[in-house]
């Protein structure tokens, strides 16, 4: 399987058999965008009737109760297994028709086809805050079964937090299901604390190494044991009489003040502790962390390590049907695993695209597929005309990632684009330059992106914008194709001279999508950013106890 990103709506791409037939994913995580941070009451709030379907995003921070999630909640009651139905119908009984009943809803669906293409070896692992947690955990027990729940994973996501009349709330939920008994798991462990290694690890052997003493005795032991005598003392021993003689050739047994046996465990052997259901420390992202890409809800690539690792082998498949920024993806791919993510806006596979090649040098279309995205002119056209999606911005963010352009004012997760002015700016590419000293300085390009009708004063205006930004380099992204006087405006523009590359770019450059899909981009010095650039990675699966913090 080619490792793949799909633009769309996941509940119907989930439903799309050539896309997902049955079993075919061994890991989904999903971070499910929800607006918490609302006023409690407002979520329970009863809406029917009060916004009108332009108001309804399915797929903002907030969720709305409208006709799709109307027809929604009619589907699951008519179609979906019965116990699903009736888990749905009580919670509506319970909650109302309000942005948290259309947030449950929606998910109710999407998790049932989750369920469906998930392999009988596999599990999901939802992430979500105490908010709507007791709610969701409803759901999936009548979609997996009480008897597939495995855990409610805490994770502490921020330090100290002050809430009025409450206590702080600094801590997420991942409720993690199998699809069966047979489940893939392997253990993962954390390092030792401290303290426990300074109370326990006390004697040390002549060549420096430490260990602590272990009861060797199975008193008490379910399973049962061995029963003869050792060195004067008959007991049931948790190891046959031949290992005992083993262990104590290799000088691996302790004997207490009255001769009773106990095997070393040795601190250099000791993998760690195998992890709870309460991690405290994988940190979440600060402002100045080399992982943040200025994502607001960008997780830690340690916290979808942690996961993969417990719930997924090398090669197994791994779906973020939410993926955001790509976390899971980048987190998978580092991991040797195959990877499948889904995303609503440009936006986010944008990102994506620019996160897979500055930490792994991959390339859209050559190592990976990106299915849902123009691929001719005509494509192009019925996405800016999408109204009822956005298709002025969901074109704008695509034509932006054809060239490697970070968008300017794109709000992360919505479908919206920017609020206010651009200043005649959709989207910037950082580079630098060396003077004379070997110092470098940053430069810019600046693109306008444009789909529909265009003409010369276009380029004249895009001209000033350039000289007023100070830019280096100005492109002009069109849909149509440019006129002859649109193109004799940018000749008339000159150039920008590089002397630290010996070489020079026209200062206005025109292309059009037509030059975009046939492989043309533009012509400026290399070593270009976009998006805070993510840290180089290797794919590894090493184990270290450092890589598993």
């Known amino acids: 399987m080619k490792n793949r990103m799909y633009y769309g709506d996941n509940l119907e791409i989930l439903r799309n058999r050539e896309y997902f037939p049955d079993e075919c994913v061994d890991l989904i995580y999903l971070d499910p965008p929800f607006n918490s941070n609302r006023n409690y009451n407002v979520l329970f709030k009863s809406e029917a009737g009060t916004d009108s379907e332009a108001q309804i995003t399915a797929f903002e921070d907030t969720w709305h109760w409208g006709e799709i999630a109307e027809d929604t909640y009619r589907d699951l009651i008519t179609v979906a297994p019965e116990k699903v139905s009736t ?13 948290m ?21 596999g599990s999901l692992y939802l992430h979500c805050d105490p908010t709507a947690s007791h709610y969701l955990k409803i759901v999936l027990d009548a979609i997996f079964g009480p008897d597939c729940f495995r855990n409610e994973v805490v994770w502490k996501r921020t330090s100290s937090h002050n809430d009025a009349k409450r206590f702080g709330k600094i801590h997420d939920v991942m409720l993690y299901y199998s699809k069966s008994s047979r489940a893939s798991w392997n253990t993962v462990y954390e390092p030792l604390d401290e303290g426990y290694v300074r109370k326990f690890y006390r004697h040390q052997d002549g060549d420096g190494r430490i260990w602590r003493v272990h009861d060797l005795s199975a008193k008490g032991l379910s399973g049962g044991g061995y029963e003869y005598e050792w060195n004067g003392h008959r007991r049931v021993w948790r190891c046959p009489i031949e290992t005992m003689q083993r262990l104590e050739r290799e ?6 003040k009255t001769g009773l046996a106990n095997i ?3 601190l250099d052997e000791s993998k760690g502790r195998p992890l709870n259901d309460v991690w405290t420390n994988v940190n979440p992202l600060s402002p100045h962390s080399k992982e943040k890409l200025g994502y607001p809800t960008q997780k830690p690539v340690a916290l979808l390590e942690r996961i993969i690792r417990a719930s997924s082998n090398k090669g197994d498949v791994v779906l973020d049907p939410f993926c955001g920024c790509g976390t899971a993806i980048a987190a998978a791919h580092k991991l040797g695993r195959k990877w499948i993510g889904i995303d609503i806006t440009h936006l986010s596979i944008a990102l994506q695209k620019y996160r897979l090649q500055d930490m792994f040098e991959l390339k859209s279309g050559e190592d990976y597929e990106v299915i849902g995205e123009p691929t001719t002119e005509e494509g192009a056209r019925e996405l800016a005309q999408d109204s009822a999606n956005e298709g002025r911005y969901q074109f704008e963010w695509w034509a932006l990632s054809l060239v490697g352009a970070k968008p300017v004012g794109g709000q992360a997760g919505s479908r919206r684009g920017k609020k206010g002015s651009d200043k005649g700016i959709d989207g910037i590419i950082n580079f630098f330059e060396q003077d004379g000293k070997g110092k470098s300085k940053p430069k810019k390009v600046i693109v306008q992106v444009k789909s529909g009708a265009v003409k010369s004063g276009d380029i004249r205006d895009l001209k000033g914008t350039i000289e007023r930004e100070k830019a280096a380099i100005g492109v002009f992204i069109t849909l149509e194709l440019p ?4 193109l004799k405006e940018a000749l008339a523009a000159g150039y920008y001279e590089s002397d630290f590359w010996n070489k020079t770019y026209r200062k206005l450059q025109i292309l059009s999508i037509r030059d975009l899909l046939g492989g043309d981009g533009v012509d400026m010095p290399p070593q270009h950013g976009t998006f805070r650039q993510a840290a180089r990675q290797k794919s590894t699966d090493g184990k270290s106890q450092q890589d598993l913090i």
């Open 483 to 486: 006129t002859s006087a649109m």
């Open 101 to 121: 009943m259309a947030y449950l809803v929606m998910m109710t669906a999407r998790l049932v086809e989750l369920r469906r293409v998930l392999k009988s070896t």
């Open 87 to 99: 888990a749905i119908e009580a919670l509506l009984n319970l909650i109302d028709r309000n942005q």
């Open 251 to 256: 000088n691996r047994i302790y004997y207490s």
């Open 264 to 266: 070393k465990r040795y």
